[in-house]
């Protein structure tokens, strides 16, 4: 059964830099661009790239995009969760927040998203290094939103990742553990 891609994708993507945030989110936008008319990616961190804040927005769209800035948007990921209510109030009513679970968190102030805790540093200690978080936490928010078909992210990584063999199995193999858990939590 073929998945059917809504017509516009918002996500924040949250963490440290060095976390991977803007990979994960490029990789996003441009595999976006393979279902979508256009694509937006922003990213935002602080002088230090490693160890400052780190966000991207990414937004996809049948119809063009007047800015790349969101002041809410349809999810978020936070691969820091203690960025949790910094961002909490930064998702639409009914939105989604896929968050590190090994991160402390308070429950959130909020009712109407929904809270998907992920525990994928665990596994990406166990793929290659916490690097791979940021592609578990895609897998998962993936697998939970549906944003596009799935295949188009792993060509994208096929493609990205060409020539890079050992690169592109630890991405393919945290990509899709990711998606095993999001897909235990839909149950």
């Not at 989110?25 to 602080?46: F, V």
């Not at 978020?76 to 909490?88: C, P, R, T, V």
Request: one cysteine or more; proline letters at 4%.
């Amino acid at each position: 059964m073929e998945t059917r891609s809504p017509s516009r994708v918002e996500l924040i993507i949250v963490g440290i830099g060095g976390m991977g945030v803007l990979v994960a989110g490029r990789l996003l936008a441009t595999a976006g661009l393979r279902a979508y008319e256009h694509a937006s990616w922003m990213p935002t961190y602080a002088e230090s790239r490693r160890g400052g804040l780190s966000e991207c927005t990414v937004i996809l769209s049948n119809d063009p995009i007047a800015s790349p800035i969101l002041d809410q948007s349809q999810s978020i990921m936070l691969l820091d969760s203690s960025q949790m209510k910094s961002f909490e109030y930064r998702v639409r009513p009914g939105g989604t927040i896929v968050a590190e679970k090994a991160s402390l968190f308070d429950d959130l102030s909020r009712d109407d998203i929904r809270l998907m805790p992920i525990s994928g540093l665990e596994i990406a200690m166990g793929i290659g290094g916490v690097v791979a978080n940021n592609l578990i936490l895609l897998g998962a928010y993936m697998e939970l939103v549906m944003p596009l078909p799935i295949q188009l992210i792993t060509d994208e990584l096929e493609e990205q990742y060409r020539g890079k063999d050992a690169v592109l199995k630890r991405n393919l193999d945290a990509f899709r553990k990711g998606m095993e858990l999001g897909a235990a939590l839909k149950v």
